[in-house]
């Protein structure tokens, strides 16, 4: 997908889906502003970008707070000399029974999964209409937005929110030429499975590994889900293909959840 010399932001780039998405961004020609707690990781994924040719900056920030989200548009563009896309894909999961949730595991899940998207529309969209252009807003749902799992149910209502955040942003954002879309993985084997995973073994007894299984079993395809697979999509989402898309969710699950 050619988006040669575009700025794209990517938050939670420091593994996983998000290091696959800037990875990917980097090789269809974008300069890439790696947004993440994890300091240390993020200078690796830097190290990549630059090796495959492009600029590569990193802006340690939370995404659930507003302003750090801000102060890493603000860098991405001085650094970088631009700002086009934006992909809010931290994220983090949270296995629990709905009858033994507590607030404390709402409110934190809530932040970082919805609040932290909602900052980066936020901050995108700002910056678009600052700098008088278009720009591509790109958001990390879920099989669970479109399907509340059982364990799974507040990261469940996290990412139907995600996909209403992208649905009403981009109504209002459509006149000013952004778009803002989101991707629905299925099964992607990073660290946030291996938690999934361990903390389903922990409430229901299972052996560690028989729950990622279970799921995995349940793909079309017939594997899991790689970050790469993930990438491709957004990719495509990323690029002018996409221009006529705005407002949608779709699923990339290897053929698990069907709508
Ligand atoms: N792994 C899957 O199967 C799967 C499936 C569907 C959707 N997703 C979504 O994709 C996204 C990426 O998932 P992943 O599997 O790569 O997870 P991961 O746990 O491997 O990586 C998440 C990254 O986000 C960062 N992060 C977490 N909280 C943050 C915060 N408050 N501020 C800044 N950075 C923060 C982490 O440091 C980490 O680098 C998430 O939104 C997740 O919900 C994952």
Request: charged fraction near 25%; avoid cysteine; aromatic fraction near 6%.
């Amino acid at each position: 997908m050619n988006i040669n010399g575009k700025v794209a932001l990517v938050t939670g780039a420091s593994q996983g889906i998000g290091r696959a998405i800037a990875l990917r961004l980097a090789r269809d020609g974008a300069d890439i502003a790696i947004v993440d707690v994890k300091e240390e990781k993020m200078q690796a994924v830097a190290a990549e970008i630059r090796e495959i040719g492009r600029k590569a900056t990193t802006f340690k920030a939370d995404v659930t707070k507003r302003d750090e989200v801000y102060a890493a548009v603000e860098h991405a563009e001085k650094e970088l000399g631009g700002f086009d896309i934006i992909v809010n894909n931290a994220g983090i999961a949270q296995v629990e029974a709905i009858l033994d949730v507590t607030p404390e595991e709402v409110e934190k899940i809530f932040q970082v999964n919805v609040q932290g998207v909602l900052w980066g529309i936020q901050a995108a969209a700002k910056k678009f209409k600052a700098r008088g252009q278009k720009g591509k807003i790109i958001n990390a749902a879920s099989i669970a937005g479109h399907d509340g799992f059982p364990l799974l149910g507040i990261y469940s209502a996290t990412k139907f929110a995600v996909r209403a955040l992208t649905q009403a942003s981009a109504r209002e954002l459509a006149s000013s030429g952004i778009t803002v879309n989101a991707y629905s993985p299925g099964v992607v084997g990073t660290d946030m499975w291996v938690e999934i995973d361990r903390r389903m073994a922990e409430i229901t007894g299972a052996k560690i590994g028989e729950n990622y299984e279970k799921f995995v079993g349940g793909i079309a395809l017939g594997r899991a889900q790689t970050p790469e697979d993930v990438a491709s999509f957004v990719s495509y989402l990323a690029g002018p293909d996409s221009d006529y898309m705005t407002g949608q969710a779709p699923l990339i699950d290897g053929g698990l959840v069907y709508r």
